[in-house]
């Protein structure tokens, strides 16, 4: 299980942001993963994508990475920012936008 965790942890640490979802951002295959999309597509952020059905060792490997039972999961400079619910919520506070402004990452929105 260790090569998963080193691609993971690559793919965390070399992307600005990056989800772990169920399914791919031009068509994601849950519910959850879907609003997450909607939500950084809204905000202008690009991002990776890495569907986990693909991948049953993705799967549970992202789990176990992030000490985090469920997906979507969306990381950011390499930190575990949430799932589904936390995103959402932070999205609406304007909190998410503000981490993104924080830590560098262009954005729709953001003041020049």
């Known amino acids: 299980m260790s090569g998963i965790n080193d691609f993971i942890d690559n ?8 989800v772990f979802m169920k399914g791919t951002p031009d068509f994601p295959q849950c519910g959850f993963s879907g609003r997450v999309v909607q939500i950084l597509d809204y905000v202008g952020v690009n991002y990776k994508g890495h569907n986990v059905l693909a991948d049953a060792d993705l799967r549970q490997g992202i789990k176990d990475y992030s000490n985090w039972p469920t997906i979507p999961q969306l990381y950011v400079k390499g930190e575990f920012v949430g799932g589904c619910d936390i995103i959402t919520e932070m999205f609406q506070a304007g909190e998410l936008q503000q981490l993104f402004t924080d830590s560098g990452i262009p954005h729709k929105g953001q003041a020049a």
């Open 11 to 18: 793919e965390v640490k070399s992307n600005d942001v990056v």
